[in-house]
């Protein structure tokens, strides 16, 4: 069973993600011009393994509304080898609400998928003060929910959780990856992995919205995972960072 579950994904993704620990993502820095002018370009992100890049992603979204529906829009994003253009995944974003607190319909979701094979999806829940998403296997299983670091127990999102927020750890902000059976977002929870997006220098955040994120991944993650799991920090960036930088 864990052989079949193993070779859903393309031999690319078998080749990069079997033995992957850790991922480095990077978002291409637009030009200054374009920033300044407020134009939108399509987000395109490099992978990095090892500090080898490894493979890019160019989302597919008309300009119109990437400009006046930023956070939301829809997009569809395959991810390729370098070297080969070979697909490791496939991302597809459907337009829905905002992300936003007491939603009870229209929740923020993404699917995954690579060799035409589906590997999951993830989907936003209903939250208060924490935002909160339920990653599901192709079998429609539940197996991680992700959510920011929380504190005074779990009613807030704790910003100083990934280091002191006025020395190195600045503009540390993550999602932490828990078990499937965190029934909320209790701080003190044990995780398993991360979604960490890096600090940035002084220039880049002045001048462009470009993010870095670096991907932490559950040790016992099958290839799959992995795959959903690099595919949920483009879909986090949508959401949360993406013309909207600080939110």
């Known amino acids: ?20 620990e850790k991922m480095e993502i990077s978002q291409t820095r637009r030009g200054c011009f374009q920033e300044i002018l407020g134009c939108e370009a399509r987000t395109e992100f490099k992978y990095y393994i090892g500090g080898n890049h490894v493979a890019s992603s160019l989302e ?9 529906c930023s956070a939301n829009y829809p997009f569809t994003t395959e991810i390729k080898e370098v070297e080969t253009e070979a697909e490791l995944l496939s991302i597809d974003r459907p337009c829905r609400l905002l992300a ?6 229209c929740f923020q979701e993404a699917s995954f998928s690579s060799n035409n094979n589906d590997l999951g999806r993830i989907k936003e829940t209903c939250w208060y003060c924490v935002p909160s998403y339920k ?6 299983k539940q197996k991680y929910l ?20 006025l020395g190195a750890g600045c503009f540390r902000i993550s999602f932490r990856i828990f078990p499937a059976d965190q029934s909320d977002t209790d701080g003190d929870a044990p995780y398993l992995g991360m979604i960490l997006k890096k600090p940035k220098s002084l220039l880049t955040e002045v001048f462009t919205d470009a993010a870095a994120y670096e ?4 040790k016992e993650a099958t290839i799959n995972d992995k795959g959903i799991l690099m595919g949920t920090t483009i879909f986090i960036n949508a959401i949360h960072f993406e013309g909207n930088e600080g939110q």
């Open 146 to 165: 992700l959510h920011p670091p929380t504190c005074l127990g779990g009613m807030c999102i704790n910003f100083c959780a990934e280091g002191n927020p």
């Open 215 to 218: 991907v932490e991944f559950p």
């Open 1 to 20: 069973m864990q052989s079949e579950v193993m070779n859903r994904g393309t031999d690319a993704l078998k080749s990069h993600m079997s033995d992957c």
């Open 60 to 68: 597919d979204a008309g300009c119109i509304i990437r400009m006046f």
């Open 100 to 105: 936003g607190p007491c939603k009870c319909c």
């Open 135 to 140: 990653i599901y296997d192709h079998e429609e």
